[in-house]
């Protein structure tokens, strides 16, 4: 089962032997539980799963419970692996036990992209998601509705790119619903991490999340020397959601160069100036500059902390960024 996911577990210098947990188990499980985990985290980063699993029941439930705690899947292999096991094991299992789950894979065919919506939809438990396509409306809902204990509370998109129009779905099937209110509210934290290749306004961009009424934190992007006219709709739209968003504590907006003038200074370009009086105006808004080909370079080794710093870092600076 380690082939499936990539784990948290931290590589640490002490040394472990299996018999701390081998010769007398029952010592070690009478230790809370959090202790135990960070035990047998410790002894995963020299022992195989399937190994420490053998051991006796109650171990072999502690490490799934390491395991599946954050699931990445970054190729097609892992991905059809991971589709397999959903199959073989009830959807309360990964309900109850991930907590994360990354799609770094973008499918590149139909088959592919239904495996990773059904990856996606029994994870119910999930807190966060980070994805690299808009997997559809539908897909969401099925991971937080009928939650008693709230539901996904952050989501990472890496590009507007399907949000109007998902690939792969019959021409029938593309006009979305709103997620419903009760579902999306329970969204504090969104990320639409890079532009698309086709012009996707703020407000299309939010609308298959529902209301967002407890947004908090909310990442949008744009492309120098694009549409002027799209650019002022960008404005615009920001200006409005900021306003219409009570509750947001951050909006950053991250300025990306054109594909083909990565060199370019993008703090000098128009839509930079536009943005950065909005941000004058209101200390929410956050500009950043950002790299072309971050989302592949930052997954490109399967990682999983990615995405969990951008905020942390935000919140280090104050007024723009650059």
Known sequence: MATLTTTLT??????????????????LLNLPAELVLDILESVLSQVKPSTLSTISKVISRFVDIILYRTVVL???????????????????????????LVVAYKPHNAVNYHRAQRSIAVCGGARSLLLSMWFGSDCLASVMEGRTDGGVSEITLHSTDGIEAPIYLPAQNQKELQLADIVSDSITHLRICEPGEVWVSPEDTLLPFGALLNLTHLQLSRRTNSNSDNDLIFQLQVRSILQTHPALS???????????AADEDVSESDIWVMMHQVAEQDGRLRLVEGKNDDWATQWRNGGSNVGSRFWADLSKCSGALS
């Open 10 to 27: 931290a590589y640490r210098t002490r040394r472990f032997s299996l018999s701390l947990v081998s010769a007398k188990p029952s010592p």
């Open 74 to 100: 970054h190729s097609k292999e892992s991905l059809i692996l991971f589709h397999r096991t959903t199959l073989s094991r009830s959807p309360a299992f990964f309900a109850s036990h991930v907590k994360k």
């Open 250 to 260: 951050v909006l950053a907006v991250v300025i990306y160069p054109q594909l083909w």
